[in-house]
């Protein structure tokens, strides 16, 4: 009848019950799953005032369209690839189906993809800056060839360095 009672005691005793689980964590084997140094990633961004951006981006979307992006998606559909599928490529894909679809004008096209693309990059610096309030350093370069080259030999150096 103690035994019971002595039972019943323990399941019901927070103290007993924490002590009986750190005793039994003890009795383990160790773990045969290997223990990995931590990563401290190398992170680079490059930051551009926002007029600067949104030229380059124009920039960049004439070159593509002017080397064949709206023959490239045409050719794509025309062998078998679906609207939708084509989609999923990404911004410059859809919108160019949506003009080859005659659902807008190119001018509208280039209009409105210059924006997406836009709010994009202004996507991709918000989370930037999301994983610098969670304490990721990031290495902020200009995109000019010689500072950036000079940028990230000098961040490699430290990163190793620290270790």
Do not use: C
């Not at 998606?73 to 080859?100: C, M, P, Q, T």
């Not at 996507?123 to 940028?151: C, H, N, S």
């Amino acid at each position: 009848m103690t035994n019971r009672l002595h039972n019943k005691t323990d399941l019901e005793d927070r103290e007993r019950i924490l002590r009986r689980i750190e005793i039994e964590q003890a009795k383990r084997k160790p773990s045969k799953i290997p223990v990995f140094p931590e990563i401290r990633p190398l992170v680079f961004g490059i930051r551009l005032p926002r007029p600067v951006l949104r030229e380059k981006i124009a920039l960049r979307l004439a070159q593509r369209l002017n080397e064949g992006m709206i023959e490239e998606v045409a050719r794509l559909h025309e062998k078998g690839l679906s609207w939708e599928r084509l989609d999923g490529f990404g911004l410059e894909y859809r919108f160019i189906s949506r003009f080859l679809k005659g659902e807008m004008t190119k001018r509208d096209m280039i209009s409105k993809l210059e924006i997406a693309i836009g709010q994009f990059a202004k996507r991709q610096e918000t989370w930037f800056r999301r994983m610098e309030r969670k304490g990721q350093a990031i290495v902020w370069i200009d995109p000019d060839y010689e500072q950036l080259k000079e940028k990230v030999l000098e961040a490699i150096y430290e990163s190793s360095s620290a270790d």
